[in-house]
Each structure stands twice: as C-alpha cells, then as structure tokens.
C-alpha cells in the first residue's frame, strides 16, 4: 500500500521568513496530494492541492511542487505569519475513490 | 448544510459500551470518508462510501467497527464493545466526486475509560 513520509516533524521560523515541507509517497499510481492545516483541536483544513499532471500550484503566500520522477512533493510558504503557525499533513491517494494516506504531520511555529 | 458536521463532538464511553458516530456531509456530496486520527498522528483511513454503497472498508481496525450510509447522506460509524485503544478523534470527510477534494468535518472525539 501507500506510504508517505514527512520531513521536517517540527519547524521554528520567524515570522516573514519562508517555510518549506517536504514529503515523500511510493505508490507511483498515485495521482493527487492535498496539503491540510490543522490547528489545535479544530478540523484538518484543505490549503492546497496538486495533481500528477502539474508540476507546481500557486495560491498567494502557498505553493505546492510534485516531482512525480522522484516521488516527492513539498509545501512552501513565504512570508510566514503568526497565523501560519499550526499542524500541516501531507497526503496522497492510493486505490479508488481517492483514499488519503497521510504524513505524520509537522508542527509549524512562526515566531513574532 | 455549509460544511460536514459531526455528533457528538466529544464521547466519553466505558469500555464495553457501543458507540455510535454521526456524519452529515455536505449536501450533494457523493464520496464520504471516515477517518480515525490518534492524538499527535495524522488521519488514517478507516471506510469510503460512493453514495450508499460501501467500497472500502479496508481500514476498519476490527469487526467491532462498522459503519452505515443507507440513504447515500448521513452516515453512522458504530464501534461495539469499546476498547481503550479506539480513544481517538473520529474524522469523517466528503467531495463531491470520487476525485474531487475532500472536506473534513469537525470530529468527534471518543475516549474510553
């Protein structure tokens, strides 16, 4: 089955600065990967997706690269802000009807 | 309804006693997913139903768990004779398509004493 790995678990930056996640998939036949944000005690919420026929996404401050060769794709966000900071999961389908297997997530504080 | 709701958002159960979860997806939506998430963990699947037909249930941890859309709208997860292994936040998410983006309810969160 599916497997996806992600780096780092925590991530301290300062506020302004950027922010990267990786993750790591291996099932090759997956074909779409949603970012989620989860902040304490509240519902994961969808932030960006990509499918495996782009390359890069952009949405304001949030992008999202897939390198289907390598099997990784990564979250990037510029101009962190205290807001920013929160739980972020990865994910990747596997199998019919988009089931998500999900990152262990990373921990993102922006300092201020 | 404008998002996915869940009841209860929290349950507190002894262990032994049965459990039932409810979902109400966003109106229109075909795909439900129910999801288990373990405290500091990410989500992890548990059952995806395409209108009222249940198409995976591979994630299921036991046969304690089942888990019902009769009318292709609200969907039930029934956990019997709880164990204090099934204390987690219960997810469950919903899009429109089989492919489309899929959006989470708030959770319930069950705990077994």
């Known amino acids: 089955g599916e497997n996806v790995e992600q780096h780092p678990s925590t991530l301290s930056v300062q506020e302004g600065d950027s922010a990267v996640i990786k993750c790591t998939y291996s099932?090759?036949?997956?074909?779409?990967f949603p970012w989620y944000k989860q902040e304490l005690g509240k519902r994961p919420q969808l932030i960006i997706d990509?499918?495996?026929?782009?390359g890069e996404k952009k949405d304001q401050r949030i992008a999202v690269t897939l390198n289907k060769t390598a099997k990784h794709f990564s979250l990037h966000i510029t101009e962190t802000q205290p807001e920013d900071s929160a739980v972020y999961f990865c994910?990747?389908?596997?199998?019919?009807?988009?089931?998500?297997?999900f990152g262990a997530g990373t921990i993102l504080r922006v300092k201020s | 309804g404008a998002g996915v709701s869940q009841s209860p958002r929290y349950k507190v159960a002894k262990r032994g006693q049965d459990v039932a979860l409810r979902c109400d997806p966003i109106?229109?939506?075909?795909?439900l997913f129910w999801y288990q998430q373990a405290l500091g963990q990410g989500p992890e699947f548990l059952t995806y139903?395409?209108?009222?037909?249940?198409?995976?249930k591979s994630g299921l941890p036991s046969d304690r768990f089942f888990a019902e859309r009769p009318e292709g709208s609200v969907s039930t997860l029934k956990i019997q004779r709880t164990q204090q292994e099934d204390s987690a936040v219960y997810l469950c998410?919903?899009?429109?398509?089989?492919?489309?983006?899929?959006?989470f309810g708030q959770g319930t969160r069950l705990t077994v004493v």
């Open positions: 109106s229109g939506h075909v795909s």
């Open positions: 099932d090759s036949a997956s074909n779409y």
């Open positions: 998410a919903s899009s429109l398509s089989a492919t489309g983006l899929e959006l």
């Open positions: 994910a990747a389908s596997y199998g019919d009807g988009n089931k998500l297997v």
């Open positions: 990509i499918r495996s026929n782009v």
């Open positions: 139903f395409q209108n009222e037909a249940q198409l995976d």
